[in-house]
């Protein structure tokens, strides 16, 4: 008899590495959104950012320098999401850049 070392084939996942490392292909989005209300109201919301980050904190600092009333809501499925009066999309994601929060191309801005 012939003694063969066969190698069997085990589950392999080419990504497991990326996701956790803080590669590019591995990172979570903040999605900021407009949503139309009734006539010309809008509303901004911003979803994605991280669980250590101060909500309130992060709200208070953006309501003063843009001028806007806005709140912390719970959702479900989405975790906790920031909304915004008027359509702040632009001077939430400068914002969240400029303070550090996010990178550049976390950030995913949605609508129109």
């Known amino acids: 008899m012939v003694d063969l070392d066969l190698q069997i084939p085990t589950g392999f996942d080419p990504f497991a590495e990326a996701k956790d490392s803080g590669a590019p292909g591995a990172k979570e989005y ?3 959104r407009i949503q139309q ?6 509303l901004t919301t911003v979803q994605g950012l991280r669980k250590e ?3 309130e904190k992060i709200l208070k600092d953006v309501k003063k320098e843009f001028c806007c ?3 912390v809501v719970q959702d479900k499925e989405l975790g906790k999401v920031i909304q915004l009066q008027g359509d702040q999309r632009k001077n939430v994601s400068q914002f969240l850049i400029s303070a550090g929060i996010v990178k550049k191309d976390q ?3 949605h609508g129109f």
Do not use: M
């Not at 209300?37 to 809008?42: D, L």
């Open 53 to 55: 980050f101060s909500y």
């Open 37 to 42: 209300r009734n006539g010309k109201k809008s």
């Open 69 to 71: 009333n806005g709140n």
């Open 107 to 109: 950030i995913k801005i």
């Open 30 to 32: 903040v999605h900021i």
